[in-house]
């Protein structure tokens, strides 16, 4: 089940909203980075190894605080503050969301790009919406209707969580284990980029697959790396911070194009 699942999420159809983002690659494109098949891969490689690794940790990491809310703490925390199981549960919960946000905060730090974060927080917007109905759960309730207010702090409100910490509380509300999300979410980050190739630059669909499938062994590699972030425990101030600058650089002048195909 858990397996059918994580093909539902990183389904381009599933209706998340990342069909309409190319992941910069309309800008790479546009600026002559990426004109075939081989530069393609190379660029997709950099993807991964850069943007992808740093959204597979934080999902891993979102996935392991989602997680702290499961019967295991809350029974461990009750024994200890001899408070009910529901006054704990509650208590548990919040804790959570403030985790989450450190995390999403964290992240933010990491993404100079204001265009990028814009982007990932409209996905991470549409995956919670459309989670609500796939997975109910408490914490994908907190993201939903709680998250504006506790993450804004008396500033303007936060327009939904970045895309990574939404894909982490997605996969546990799912029932994904953090190796499904990490996997989930390296899949993503070069899937919905290469895909968009097709309208982009019109490069052969079966040439496309066949990069994404050449991929394969760079994208469990990274999964695996991310692994060690799924532990609610670790300093999320440790998380890795691998930057693309020109993938930053171009987000931000895509922004300003008055005609694209791709909202990012």
Same mark, same amino acid.
Request: charged share 15%.
């Given at each position: 089940?858990?397996?059918?699942?994580?093909?539902?999420?990183?389904?381009?159809?599933?209706?998340?909203?990342?069909?309409?983002?190319?992941?910069?690659?309309? $800008?790479?494109?546009? !600026?002559?980075?990426? /004109?075939? @098949?081989?530069? *393609?891969?190379?660029? =997709?490689?950099? #993807?991964? +190894?850069?943007?992808?690794?740093?959204?597979?940790?934080?999902?891993?990491?979102?996935?392991?605080?989602?997680?702290?809310?499961?019967?295991?703490?809350?029974?461990?925390?009750?024994?200890?503050?001899?408070?009910?199981?529901?006054?704990?549960? $509650?208590?548990?919960? !919040?804790?959570?969301? /403030?985790? @989450?946000?450190? *995390?999403?905060?964290? =992240?933010?730090? #990491?993404? +100079?790009?204001?265009?990028?974060?814009?982007?990932?927080?409209?996905?991470?917007?549409?995956?919670?919406?459309?989670?609500?109905?796939?997975?109910?759960?408490?914490?994908?309730?907190?993201?939903?209707?709680?998250?504006?207010?506790?993450?804004?702090?008396?500033?303007?409100?936060?327009?939904?969580?970045? @895309?990574?910490?939404?894909?982490?509380?997605?996969?546990?509300?799912?029932?994904?284990?953090?190796?499904?999300?990490?996997?989930?979410?390296?899949?993503?980050?070069?899937?919905?980029?290469?895909?968009?190739?097709?309208?982009?630059?019109?490069?052969?669909?079966?040439?496309?697959?066949?990069?994404?499938?050449?991929?394969?062994?760079?994208?469990?590699?990274?999964?695996?790396?991310?692994?060690?972030?799924?532990?609610?425990?670790?300093?999320?101030?440790?998380?890795?911070?691998?930057?693309?600058?020109?993938?930053?650089?171009?987000?931000?002048?895509?922004?300003?194009?008055?005609?694209?195909?791709?909202?990012?």
């Amino acid at each position: 089940m858990t397996h059918s699942t994580l093909l539902l999420l990183v389904d381009g159809r599933f209706p998340a909203g990342g069909h309409a983002h190319s992941g910069g690659l309309e $800008a790479a494109a546009a !600026a002559g980075l990426v /004109r075939d @098949l081989s530069q *393609l891969y190379e660029w =997709l490689t950099g #993807r991964l +190894a850069t943007i992808g690794s740093v959204e597979a940790a934080f999902a891993a990491a979102a996935w392991s605080n989602a997680s702290a809310a499961g019967s295991g703490v809350v029974k461990a925390s009750t024994l200890a503050s001899g408070r009910s199981v529901a006054e704990e549960s $509650a208590g548990v919960l !919040a804790d959570v969301e /403030r985790r @989450l946000i450190v *995390l999403d905060r964290e =992240l933010v730090a #990491r993404t +100079a790009s204001p265009a990028q974060r814009s982007a990932s927080r409209a996905q991470g917007r549409g995956l919670i919406r459309a989670a609500r109905r796939c997975w109910p759960s408490d914490v994908i309730e907190a993201l939903a209707i709680h998250w504006p207010a506790t993450a804004a702090l008396g500033t303007a409100p936060v327009a939904g969580p970045m @895309l990574p910490i939404a894909f982490g509380v997605t996969g546990f509300a799912a029932g994904l284990s953090a190796a499904d999300v990490t996997l989930g979410a390296c899949c993503a980050a070069v899937q919905g980029p290469a895909w968009s190739s097709t309208r982009l630059l019109g490069l052969d669909p079966l040439g496309v697959a066949e990069c994404i499938a050449r991929l394969s062994p760079a994208i469990e590699q990274a999964s695996k790396a991310a692994l060690r972030w799924s532990d609610w425990t670790l300093n999320p101030r440790e998380l890795p911070s691998t930057t693309a600058p020109l993938l930053e650089l171009g987000a931000e002048d895509h922004a300003t194009w008055e005609v694209r195909l791709f909202a990012s």
